[in-house]
């Protein structure tokens, strides 16, 4: 009789072993599953924020607060010009924070240039219409006046038209022009050049253009503007 109850025990210990072993397994597997399942779910959701944040793209607006001027404020009237030098003067003290505005008609001939920030009356920097590396497409270039010949402060830019989204010659185009004086380069002087060139209100590429310490050479910024043609060329300012 003894032997039978040893047996039975030893039969219930055995099971009751099996259901500890099952109970400990099913437990280890749920509390790995919920582990898998808080750690993989952010790294979803952050994947997914970063490609959004990667994929928006904020247009750059006209900043609030700059004072409007247009050729007629620099003592040049709307109209045809041809070959020659045209130069006028505003009359405030800075062009810091302004948005120099017109409507203008570069053709594709010539050279045509127009000078703005000038110390007198041929410094500050240039926008002129130009054919690149002998290309057949003509596009608009800003350039340094370079008046101290002392090398050139920055090398040109060239304005294309299907960044710009509009022809850039040979049409009417409504360019405008933002200036601000800003310490772009950290050294606490704001005498960093901000531009930015706006083409139907919308900034060239959505990128503004720094130049160094242009702020302060000695033709570089004042208050003159110069227009000069060559040529058969021809600007029209409306």
């Not at 030098?85 to 010539?110: M, S």
Request: glycine share 10%; aromatic share 12%; hydrophobic share 35%.
């Amino acid at each position: 009789m003894w032997k039978n109850q040893k047996k039975i025990l030893l039969q219930i210990l055995q099971m009751c072993c099996v259901c500890i072993l099952s109970f400990m397994f099913i437990t280890a597997c749920a509390a790995k599953d919920q582990k898998s399942d808080e750690t993989e779910k952010p790294k979803q959701e952050e994947t997914s924020g970063n490609k959004e944040e990667q994929d928006e793209v904020v247009l750059e607006t006209i900043p609030e607060g700059l004072e409007e001027l247009h050729f007629i404020d620099f003592g040049i009237e709307n109209g045809e010009y041809g070959k020659g030098t045209y130069k006028g003067e505003y009359g405030g003290t800075t062009l810091d924070d302004t948005l120099v505005c017109g409507k203008l008609t570069f053709t594709p001939r010539g050279d045509t240039h127009v000078l703005i920030g000038g110390k007198k009356a041929m410094g500050g920097f240039g926008i002129s219409a130009i054919v690149p590396n002998k290309s057949e497409e003509w596009v608009l270039r800003l350039y340094d006046t370079n008046c101290d010949k002392k090398g050139w402060k920055f090398e040109p830019i060239y304005f294309y038209s299907d960044i710009a989204g509009v022809p850039v010659v040979g049409q009417e185009i409504d360019l405008k022009v933002s200036i601000q004086y800003v310490d772009n380069d950290g050294d606490g002087i704001e005498n960093d050049l901000k531009l930015g060139m706006w083409f139907n209100d919308k900034l060239y590429d959505n990128q503004y253009i720094y130049l160094k310490n242009y702020v302060n050479l000695s033709y570089s910024m004042g208050t003159w503007m110069t227009i000069v043609v060559f040529q058969d060329a021809k600007l029209f300012i409306n």
